[in-house]
């Protein structure tokens, strides 16, 4: 039985809606959908599950769930599936929780659910809801779009690409890396400019490899940008590395992958409430690996903009 008597309501008041993503994973949440519904009626609970195609058809279906009283959604994919539900789910009274299947699950790992999303189900569902900031982001085409875990220009946003498209069959991290060292073929370094409107921190210019701007410790399946963000710091994590010879990026990949904090004269770090980031070339910015459109791109922190369902500590 449930311990958390927090989480109780909500599965009192309404069952949860489980929002499937059936492209997430390379296929892998259609797969494992009929044991994630097995594990739902084990713990007694009558979820309802709504398969969709996509994260922009997730997205409507969590929208027209909320225009329903729904009270408690799950989102069964990676990030970029729990970016779809965030959106669609902002400023309503609700909870939400992440049932990882995705190819990069950064988000998840932040908030500390399992990997396995039938452990991540029962972890929840035995936890309790916590708040969870936002980063907002105005591109230049004027569209404004909400993400949940790290976002840049860049290297990073022309491996995002790849990795959504012909790479999108490898598995996680395989996946990311593939595509990080085919967008590094031929890449060429960015003039980035960096402002921090309402601070008092000045602006800084640099020829870069790519310019992060987070709010989880690693992105890109485990790419570790900012060892010390929290999901709910209040803070954006704006980390800027400068150009690098191709020998010099993957002599630093492995120490991204690793388990320390990147240290290195080449990379710049800020931890600030908003950023505006300005290239001397058209680019698009990436959130949770979606592309979101052109820069110039603003980019605020909504602090406790979500509540997220989350594992009991201890």
């Known amino acids: 039985m449930m311990e958390h008597a927090e989480v109780w309501p909500f599965l009192r008041e309404s069952p949860p809606l489980v929002l499937v993503n059936l492209a997430a994973g390379g296929g ?3 797969a494992i959908l009929p044991r994630i ?15 969709t195609k996509s994260a922009e058809e997730l997205e409507s279906a969590a929208r027209h769930a909320i225009s329903q009283d729904q009270r408690l959604l799950f989102a069964m994919g990676g ?23 995705g190819g990069g699950n950064d988000f998840a790992t932040a908030l500390g659910v399992p990997r396995d999303p039938l452990k991540a189900a029962e972890d929840m569902l035995r936890g309790r809801p916590r708040h969870a900031d936002l980063v907002r982001a105005r591109t230049a085409d004027g569209r404004e779009r909400f993400y949940v875990g ?14 959504s498209g012909s790479y999108r ?3 996680g991290r395989i996946r990311y890396i593939a595509s990080a060292l085919r967008a590094l073929a ?12 309402g601070s008092e921190q000045g602006p800084a210019t640099a020829k870069a490899l790519l310019a992060g701007v987070l709010k989880t410790p690693t992105y890109g399946a485990g790419l570790r940008l900012a060892p010390d963000a929290t999901v709910d710091d209040g803070l ?8 690098l010879s191709t020998f010099g990026v993957l002599k ?24 505006r980031l300005t290239t001397d070339r058209p680019c698009l910015f990436h959130g949770d690996g979606e592309i979101l459109g052109p820069t110039p791109v603003v980019l605020e922190v909504v602090p406790r903009a979500i509540q997220v369902l989350a594992p009991s500590v201890g």
């Not at 902002?90 to 990882?100: E, R, S, Y």
């Not at 954006?236 to 590395?241: M, P, T, Y």
């Not at 320390?260 to 908003?274: N, Q």
């Open 79 to 101: 990030d970029g599936t729990f970016q779809a539900l965030a959106n669609g789910v902002f400023g309503a009274d609700v909870v939400v929780g992440v049932l990882p299947v």
């Open 186 to 197: 031929g890449y060429l370094p960015l003039d980035v400019q960096v402002e921090f409107p």
């Open 150 to 163: 790290g976002g840049g220009v860049g290297l990073d946003a022309e491996a995002a690409s790849y990795a």
């Open 252 to 275: 630093l990949l492995p120490r991204l992958l690793g388990t320390g904090e990147l240290r290195t004269s080449r990379v710049k770090r800020w931890r600030v409430k908003c950023v």
């Open 169 to 171: 069959h490898l598995p």
């Open 236 to 243: 954006l994590h704006v980390v800027l590395i400068e150009s």
């Open 37 to 51: 519904r097995k594990m739902f009626e084990s713990l007694g609970i009558s979820a309802q599950f709504v398969a």
């Open 28 to 30: 892998r949440a259609r």
